[in-house]
């Protein structure tokens, strides 16, 4: 089968949660930046695939200034169910400034129906990395439709820059 492998850098790895539904069962989570570090790729697995990732929530906790203080939350959900109050398919990638409460949406996530992979642009400066300030920490969790089940099963946070990435990430072959 033909295809193209996107390359992230790897920021956690875990073991199956114990009684946590395998669609929200985080496996593994990574970061990729566009060449000149504007825009951040946030790709995050579970331990099964979803007929669709709409009603889910995939959380990106955020510690931009390396303080030890989550400062902004990048959450997918249904865009038409947080925006309109209905359910419509489309999958939005959400910034919540914690300090300022503001929420904003650049782009819109990417799942495909049948997956166990989603994909979350957001820019840097949305989220306060900069080339002056280009290294942030993350962490990851997920929610079932339900808000019944939840995974966080990920003790310590990852560290990246954008800017300057140790590894090359972005590339397709």
Do not use: C, M
């Not at 825009?39 to 959380?59: C, G, H, K, N, Y």
């Not at 495909?112 to 990851?140: E, K, Q």
């Amino acid at each position: 089968i033909a295809g193209t492998a996107d390359f992230f850098a790897w920021g956690f790895e875990s073991g199956k949660a114990p009684n946590t539904p395998a669609h929200i069962d985080l496996h593994a989570v990574g970061a990729q930046s566009s060449a000149d570090g504007e825009i951040v790729v946030f790709a995050i697995t579970t331990r099964a695939p979803w007929s669709s990732a709409s009603p889910l929530e995939f959380d990106v906790f955020v510690d931009s200034n390396l303080d030890g203080e989550i400062d902004f939350l990048i959450f997918s959900y249904d865009y038409g169910r947080l925006v309109n109050g209905a359910f419509d398919g489309r999958i939005g990638t959400f910034i919540l400034d914690l300090t300022t409460g503001e929420r904003s949406l650049y782009f819109f996530a990417y799942a495909p129906t049948d997956s166990s992979s989603i994909l979350l642009p957001v820019p840097t400066a949305a989220i306060g990395i900069s080339a002056g300030n280009p290294r942030f920490a993350y962490t990851v969790g997920s929610w079932s439709a339900d808000f019944l089940h939840r995974d966080h099963t990920f003790d310590s946070w990852a560290l990246f820059n954008p800017f300057t990435s140790a590894i090359s990430t972005g590339a397709f072959a």
